[in-house]
């Protein structure tokens, strides 16, 4: 005699009991973006959500803005600037020159010298 049935009937009593968990889907908002390559990306945001304004093309690469008429890029506006170029607008050589000193100092402090 086959004990299937017992097994499958065990089995439907211990599914658990599940209330409706699913929740409504967020509202969501479509944003476009186009590249100066005439590249346009639609990314899907919720709709309470400030969308950026700049969005990396993902074929190019390239910024794109949501203005087809002006997708930024066109005129760059900050040339490629090497971590060095970053620091050197952020500290000036005297500062540099000071933070320099004071690692040394420390350092040479640690060595016991
Ligand atoms: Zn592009």
Same mark, same amino acid.
């Given at each position: 005699m086959p004990s299937g049935n017992v097994i499958r009937g065990a089995r439907v009593g211990s599914a658990p009991v599940r209330p409706d968990e699913r929740h409504p889907p967020a509202p969501r908002q479509d944003v476009t973006y186009w590249c100066r390559n005439d590249h346009r990306t639609s990314i899907r945001i919720a709709a309470d959500a400030v969308? !950026? !304004?700049l969005w990396d093309c993902p074929r190019c690469g390239l910024p794109a803005g949501q203005d087809a008429q002006n997708p930024p890029g066109r005129a760059r506006a900050e040339p490629y600037k090497s971590h060095l170029a970053y620091v050197k607008e952020r500290r000036t050589a005297e500062e540099g020159e000071a933070l320099l000193a004071e690692a040394l100092d420390a350092l040479r402090r640690r060595r016991g010298e």
């Open positions: 969308a !950026p !304004p």
